[in-house]
């Protein structure tokens, strides 16, 4: 069994910053890629950021130059340092991972979500 939890939401005003947690624990193998995705109340989920386990990054053209994911692979843990947040920044956040159990098998799984909400 495979346990994702994330931290670190909270409130906070416009301009400000937030780091947001995810660790993996588990039947674990090896952790493939982890990322973050965010949804907004009335809108679909959306991919805010990847990393590899190689450390390859992919991001959203909304958050390019105020977000940054990193990862702790002897952690298994993915973090998203989110600055200069703005009001359209409010959502769930959900940390998804691409857990390997054996060598053979790759499944992903996702976090409970946690509540980014940003004041204007």
């Known amino acids: 069994q495979v346990h994702v939890v994330e931290s670190g939401g909270g409130l906070v005003q416009a301009g400000g910053s937030l780091r947001l947690s995810c660790a993996v624990s588990?039947?674990?193998?090896?952790?493939?890629?982890m990322g973050w995705y965010r949804q907004a109340p009335g809108k679909q989920r959306e991919l805010v950021a990847m990393i590899t386990n190689g450390g390859s990054t992919n991001y959203a053209d909304s958050v390019k130059g105020r977000f940054t994911i990193s990862r702790d692979n002897a952690k298994n843990t993915v973090y998203l340092q989110m600055n200069s947040l703005k009001p359209e920044d409010t959502a769930v956040y959900y940390c998804?991972?691409?857990?390997?159990?054996?060598?053979?098998?790759?499944?992903?799984?996702w976090g409970q979500g946690t509540q980014v909400t940003v004041s204007s």
């Open positions: 998804n991972a691409r857990v390997r159990s054996t060598y053979y098998s790759l499944d992903a799984y």
């Open positions: 588990g039947s674990i193998f090896s952790v493939d890629a």
